[in-house]
């Protein structure tokens, strides 16, 4: 990477999904390879299951991200992450720089181990044309086409309401580490490229 890359004074803000957590899935590897291109990297712990709402994950955001000094910021979100980052952009007043979406989904997903943490998330409509508005510049999103969790289906209207590109993994099940996903080229390759554009 070039030294003005390294210079560019991004941030990118890694969210975890329900049942997870900072130090799961690729989200540590992610971490290390973009701190190692100059890269600030933030990963925000979020209450999962016990104490997991929508206004709780506002707060624990607000607490870690909104002390930290102003930069442009890229969301990287993974399952329920990736609607958090929705509602971050939702109610942000500027556009972020970047957002990068795996295994996304939009509202109940027959799962009662899951729905029943996440109904709040989900509970009021999104506002997708504020939220296409504020995306920022680059966005992409990736998807497995054996996601036990969370159908093919699910992640491509995510995609669609974003007016988002949607990459498909094939065999990759929820792009977490349950099925050996501790690496994520494809993520890393698409922020580097966006913060040298």
């Known amino acids: 990477m070039s030294d003005a890359v390294r210079h560019v004074p991004f941030r ?7 049942h997870g957590g900072p130090e799961t899935n690729w989200f540590p590897w992610l971490h290390t390879t973009l ?4 890269i600030e990297v933030v990963r925000p712990c979020f209450p999962t ?3 997991q709402s929508l206004s709780a994950w506002f707060n624990a955001y607000d607490l870690m991200v909104g002390s930290l000094p102003f930069a442009p910021t890229v969301l990287v979100g993974h399952s329920l992450g990736a609607a958090f980052a929705l509602r971050l952009i939702e109610r942000a007043v500027e556009p972020v720089a970047g957002l990068f979406l795996a295994a996304g989904f939009v509202g109940a997903l027959g799962l009662p181990d899951y729905d029943a943490i996440n109904h709040s998330f989900f509970a009021a409509p999104f506002d997708w044309p504020a939220i296409r508005e504020r995306k920022g510049r680059v966005y992409r999103c990736w998807a497995s086409d054996n996601d036990p969790y969370v159908p093919l289906s699910r992640s491509q209207d995510m995609a669609a309401c974003l007016e988002a590109p949607l990459d498909i993994v094939s065999g990759a099940e929820h792009l977490n580490s349950e099925t050996g996903f501790v690496t994520f080229p494809q993520m890393r390759e698409a922020i580097l490229s966006a913060l040298s554009a």
Do not use: D, F, Q, R
């Not at 990118?12 to 329900?18: K, L, M, N, R, T």
């Not at 701190?35 to 100059?38: D, M, N």
């Open 35 to 38: 701190e190692a291109e100059g």
């Open 49 to 51: 299951p016990e104490g």
């Open 12 to 18: 990118v803000i890694v969210i975890h999904g329900a």
